[in-house]
Each structure stands twice: as C-alpha cells, then as structure tokens.
C-alpha cells in the first residue's frame, strides 16, 4: 500500500521514489508527491525525513527532519 498525505483541502496524494541520472553521471533518488499511485509508490516516508503541507498551495513536500 502506497504512503498516502491528505492535505487540509481534502486532496490525496501518493509518495514515490525515483532513481535519476544526473549531468556528471551521478545517481541521485528523488521523492515526489502525485494524485495517482504508480509504479514508483512507496509504502513509507524514509527514515530523516517528514510529510508536510506548504501553506500557500497545499502541495506536500518532504523535509529533513531537525535532530536536536
């Protein structure tokens, strides 16, 4: 089952992960947030990280989480 984040308008969205291809040939994995749950789904946000909603578009984003 996918990680699903419903923000404060009542949208759902679903988290996925994607391996790219960086300019210098470096691999880097991506998170993103989409409406629909593909192939890419991933079933929890990874370990440091949070779901959180912007508040000027109510969009979902993942961020570092603060460690104190």
Known sequence: MAYQFTNSRGA?????????TLKGGRIQKIFYFAKVAGPNAIDAVPAGYIAEET???????????VVV
């Open 55 to 65: 508040k000027k578009t109510g969009m979902p984003i993942l961020k570092k989480a």
């Open 12 to 20: 759902t969205y679903f988290l996925h992960s994607k391996d790219v």
